[in-house]
């Protein structure tokens, strides 16, 4: 099921990869949140919804060195989501955490 409907439309390739990092940091931020207040369901719902957006980022025309790292990003964020791992989450985090600070 897509959550993010207008975005999936067409209007994520519009953003910049920068915007588009931002707002996967976005559900990442709202991920670890959820984690800390125990709520799982509300934090699988977040989770989701990163990978949605990880997803559309790499179905848009990217370099592919950016290709190569959204990937990786991909692969330790569902890893850091599965075995629960709160250093990696914030890592992650503070890492997409900076592309929000960009104008």
Same mark, same amino acid.
């Given at each position: 099921m897509?959550?993010?409907?207008?975005?999936a439309n067409g209007r994520?390739?519009?953003l910049s990869l920068s915007k588009q990092l931002s707002n996967i940091g976005s559900e990442v931020s709202r991920t670890i949140k959820w984690q800390e207040k125990n709520n799982e369901i509300q #934090?699988? %719902?977040?989770f989701e919804r990163a990978l949605e957006l990880i997803d559309m980022t790499l179905s848009t025309k990217?370099?592919?060195s #950016?290709? %190569?790292?959204?990937?990786?990003l991909r692969e330790l964020f569902c890893q850091a989501y599965i075995i629960k791992d709160k250093e990696d989450?914030?890592?992650i985090n503070k890492y997409l955490f900076y592309f929000a600070l960009e104008k």
């Amino acid at each position: 099921m897509i959550q993010h409907k207008e975005l999936a439309n067409g209007r994520w390739s519009e953003l910049s990869l920068s915007k588009q990092l931002s707002n996967i940091g976005s559900e990442v931020s709202r991920t670890i949140k959820w984690q800390e207040k125990n709520n799982e369901i509300q #934090a699988q %719902k977040a989770f989701e919804r990163a990978l949605e957006l990880i997803d559309m980022t790499l179905s848009t025309k990217q370099r592919y060195s #950016a290709i %190569k790292e959204i990937c990786r990003l991909r692969e330790l964020f569902c890893q850091a989501y599965i075995i629960k791992d709160k250093e990696d989450m914030e890592y992650i985090n503070k890492y997409l955490f900076y592309f929000a600070l960009e104008k």
